[in-house]
T-cell receptor
Framework: DAGVIQSPRHEVTEMGQEVTLRCKPI?????LFWYRQTMMRGLELLIY????????DSGMPEDRFSAKMPNASFSTLKIQPSEPRDSAVYFC??????????FGSGTRLTVV | QKEVEQDPGPLSVPEGAIVSLNCTYS??????FMWYRQYSRKGPELLMY????GNKEDGRFTAQVDKSSKYISLFIRDSQPSDSATYLC???????????FGQGTELSVKP
């Protein structure tokens, strides 16, 4: 099992550019979560999906953020336009609801 | 008030010490409790997963849940330098629901 796979591992972009983060959950897991981690705020849930359907997006900070899950094996988190305050580590996690949640290695985003 | 409170530390102990990490929570609706370990520049890694009040042991790690006091703990026996990491408590209302994290406690085990 390759675990939860996120890409890219690092992303440096200029303010105003579009950023797309990608996630492949563990096969058979039917729930997927996007988190953001910063020193000040810790791990914050942005949005989660059950069976590819968005359930709770109340953590999405602004309309600049959007997430999709077109199928059970792929999800994207998009920021357009990006701002320096979006700089953080973004994690994707998945679960099959029978056990704990497995996290990916994260995408470290820097917006300059 | 945050739903889950955790002392961020840092906590520094000598090798071989017993470490106690704790979290409190405000909502009695939380049903499932977890502890994650996060090494620098890595993703959180699941250590312990518990449902009911009581103790659960796995090697040098013991998770304790007291639902009446809304208090959970993680004990690490015979701590090792390799245990140096940030430990995060987390909890959910129902399986598959959103996982709410504490702030995390940074632990350093000195040789």
């Amino acid at each position: 099992d390759a675990g939860v796979i996120q890409s890219p591992r690092h992303e440096v972009t200029e303010m105003g550019q579009e950023v797309t983060l990608r996630c492949k959950p563990i096969s058979g897991h039917n729930s997927l979560f996007w988190y953001r981690q910063t020193m000040m705020r810790g791990l914050e849930l942005l949005i989660y999906f059950n069976n590819n359907v968005p359930i709770d997006d109340s953590g999405m900070p602004e309309d600049r953020f959007s997430a999709k899950m077109p199928n059970a094996s792929f999800s994207t988190l998009k920021i357009q336009p990006s701002e320096p305050r979006d700089s953080a580590v973004y994690f994707c996690a998945s679960t099959d609801r029978n056990y704990g949640y497995t996290f990916g290695s994260g995408t470290r985003l820097t917006v300059v | 008030q945050k739903e889950v409170e955790q002392d961020p530390g840092p906590l520094s102990v000598p090798e071989g010490a017993i470490v106690s990490l704790n979290c409190t929570y405000s909502n009695s609706a939380f049903q499932y409790f977890m502890w994650y370990r996060q090494y620098s520049r890595k993703g959180p890694e699941l250590l312990m997963y518990t449902y009911s009040s009581g103790n659960k042991e796995d090697g040098r790690f013991t998770a304790q849940v007291d639902k009446s006091s809304k208090y959970i703990s993680l004990f690490i026996r015979d701590s090792q330098p390799s245990d140096s990491a940030t430990y995060l408590c987390a909890m959910i209302y129902n399986q598959g629901g959103k996982l709410i994290f504490g702030q995390g406690t940074e632990l350093s085990v000195k040789p």
